[in-house]
């Protein structure tokens, strides 16, 4: 079955960068979208990205222009850029899998989860 683990985040000033990454094992035959997504303390889990098995991209309008969803092809890890990270980019980021083409950027429709990774940006 499908594994994933998060990497990557920390603390970090307002307007710098983290790059997340997250290593997946037991891929398969079978075609798979993938997705990062974060929650606060006080929110719902949120979509942040999404990259569908073909490589389309797919970002929440809060990160757009921000963050680049990516994945290395020969290792199948999957990474998040964040640049000109502000306050409001706090949460524990969560990469997500799902058997499929097209990614969607609903949390319920991703079948499998890491265990999330903590990036603190403060005020």
């Known amino acids: 079955d499908l594994q994933l683990t998060e990497s990557g985040g920390g603390m970090v000033q307002v307007g710098g960068s983290l790059r997340l990454s997250c290593a997946a094992t037991?891929?398969?035959?079978?075609?798979?979208?993938m997705g990062w997504f974060r929650q606060s303390l006080r929110e719902e889990r949120e979509a942040v990205a999404a990259?569908?098995?073909?490589?389309?991209?797919k970002y929440a309008d809060s990160v757009k222009g921000r963050f680049t969803i990516s994945k290395d092809a020969a290792s199948g890890t999957l990474y998040l850029q964040m640049n000109d990270l502000i306050p409001d980019d706090t949460a524990m980021y969560y990469c997500?899998?799902?058997?499929?083409?097209?990614?969607?950027?609903?949390?319920?429709?991703?079948?499998?989860w890491g265990r999330g990774t903590q990036v603190t940006v403060p005020p």
């Open positions: 997500a899998a799902a058997p499929g083409l097209y990614a969607s950027l609903r949390a319920n429709r991703f079948t499998h």
């Open positions: 037991g891929y398969g035959t079978r075609a798979w979208y």
């Open positions: 990259l569908d098995s073909d490589g389309g991209e």
